[in-house]
């Protein structure tokens, strides 16, 4: 399945009164993360959508481990663990160095501008 990895330095704004990294801002994490694999195997996710379809975050569970803090440089993996016709899991770590931050899955279900399930786009590589 596809694996890839993101570096992201973790900005101020991101972070509450005690320069840790807000719980919420890990799921834009995810996001990225997502984002640019895709990227990575030749995908364009605005060409998705205007495509007239949208991946959309159905489940997410997420484990937090330690904290990251303002200025932190994180590795975020992204890893497809299966894909079905209209959904797809995802796992996602991050780390500083080698310390485990988060641990998360996701399940994203493709659908149509009508809000439908659709057949997810050929994602090969």
């Known amino acids: 399945m596809l694996r890839h990895q993101l570096e992201i330095r973790v900005a101020y704004q991101e972070t509450d009164g005690q320069r840790r990294v807000h719980h919420a801002n890990y799921l834009n994490y995810f996001e990225r993360g997502r984002v ?19 991946l959309v975050v159905t489940e997410m569970n997420v ?49 149509d501008r009508e809000g439908r399930p659709a057949r997810l786009p050929d994602l090969s590589t």
């Not at 640019?36 to 949208?54: C, F, N, T, V």
């Not at 079905?84 to 279900?109: F, W």
């Open 36 to 54: 640019e694999m895709l990227r990575s195997i030749g995908h364009d996710y605005k060409a998705i959508e205007d495509s007239g379809k949208m």
């Open 63 to 111: 484990r937090y481990h330690a904290a990251a803090d303002f200025d932190d440089v994180l590795t975020v993996t992204t890893e497809v663990t299966e894909i079905r016709k209209v959904r797809m899991r995802h796992r996602y770590t991050i780390h500083r160095d080698d310390t485990l931050l988060v641990q998360a899955d996701s399940v994203i279900a493709c659908i």
